[in-house]
C-alpha cells in the first residue's frame, strides 16, 4: 500500500517554529520531487517549498529565508523547518510527491499561528 504521512502539525505563537515532517513508503520506484504546500480558508492551495534530487530547492515567496526544506538519504522523507511563524502562516500543509507520471499527496497537517 502506498503511504504518503506527514505529521508535526499544531499550535505555536507568532515567532515560533514547528518542524513538519513527510514519509512515503510502498513505492519501489525513485520519486524526483517532494514538496510542502498549504491551503487556508478561502484559499488555493499554494507552494511553500520543494526540494528536487537532494540539493536543488524552490520557495514560496513568502516563505523565503524562514523555511527551510531537507530531504533524508533515501530520498523518501522530507522535513521542513519553520521559523518565525507568523498568523498568516496558519494553514492546512499538505505533502507531495511527484514524478512526470505520478502526483501523490498526503492527508494534510493543520498549522495554527496564534497567540
Known amino acids: 500500500q502506498v503511504q504518503l504521512v506527514e505529521s508535526g502539525g499544531g499550535l505555536v505563537q507568532p515567532g515560533g517554529s514547528l518542524r513538519l515532517s513527510c514519509a512515503l513508503s510502498?513505492?519501489?520506484?525513485?520519486?524526483?520531487?517532494m514538496g510542502w504546500y498549504r491551503q487556508a480558508p478561502g484559499k488555493e492551495r499554494e507552494l511553500v517549498a520543494a526540494?528536487?534530487?537532494?540539493?536543488?530547492?524552490n520557495y514560496g515567496d513568502s516563505v523565503k529565508g524562514r523555511f527551510t526544506i531537507t530531504r533524508g538519504d533515501t530520498k523518501n522523507t522530507v522535513w521542513l523547518q519553520m521559523n518565525s511563524l507568523k498568523s498568516e502562516d496558519t494553514a492546512v500543509y499538505y505533502c507531495?510527491?511527484?514524478?512526470?507520471?505520478?502526483?501523490?499527496w498526503g492527508q494534510g497537517t493543520q498549522v495554527t499561528v496564534s497567540s
Open positions: 507531495n510527491a511527484k514524478n512526470w507520471d505520478i502526483d501523490l
Open positions: 510502498g513505492i519501489m520506484i525513485n520519486i524526483e520531487t
Open positions: 526540494i528536487t534530487g537532494g540539493t536543488r530547492t
